[in-house]
């Protein structure tokens, strides 16, 4: 990642402000931060991505995420990270989001997402709701995304999927 724009770097200093008590960690004695490890893509349309030369469903990167609330009923949190997209570029995104708690293991919900890639919507910045189902193994979260096909935003429509590792817990929270 060659260069940071001032939006990204402004949303991952709040996130830290807001992440700061988190390093103290909270009444339960538990630190608020994961780790995102981006990871799998799967398209619908495989024929399409790969004529279009977006067919790359490795999509490695890194992220933070700090869950500023969390209780019986759901999780709110700030992230931002980067990925390689699908196009091979390196996607970097940064939002907000709120999950409600299905159960002891699952959570559904979503955030809004600010995305900046030459992948999508020609190359410019643009902010789109996305969609978020987790399953909280305890020790991982497997999350899962669905993208649909949005115009010039994105093309094609995707189901992603990445692991959370939270720091500094034992086991679920959830």
């Avoid at 001032?6 to 009444?27: C, E, H, K, Q, T």
């Avoid at 995102?36 to 933070?64: E, P, R």
């Avoid at 399953?135 to 692991?163: K, R």
Wanted: charge should be neutral; include cysteine; glycine fraction near 14%.
């Amino acid at each position: 990642m060659r260069y940071c724009p001032y939006w990204m770097r402004a949303i991952v200093a709040a996130a830290l402000a807001f992440g700061a008590p988190a390093v103290r960690a909270g009444d339960d004695g538990q630190l608020n931060l994961n780790v995102h490890v981006y990871g799998f893509s799967y398209h619908t349309d495989q024929q399409g991505v790969k004529q279009n030369g977006l067919d790359n469903q490795l999509n490695l990167g890194l992220g933070l995420n700090y869950e500023f609330h969390n209780d019986e009923r759901g999780v709110g949190f700030v992230e931002a990270g980067f990925y390689q997209d699908s196009g091979s570029n390196t996607a970097k995104l940064a939002g907000v989001g709120y999950q409600y708690k299905l159960g002891r293991n699952w959570r559904l919900g979503g955030a809004l997402v600010g995305l900046k890639s030459p992948t999508y919507n020609q190359g410019s910045f643009f902010i789109a709701p996305l969609p978020i189902l987790t399953y909280d193994f305890g020790p991982v979260q497997l999350n899962a995304i669905y993208v649909p096909p949005y115009g010039d935003y994105n093309e094609f429509a995707v189901f992603g999927f990445y692991f959370s590792v939270p720091l500094g817990k034992n086991g679920s929270t959830h």
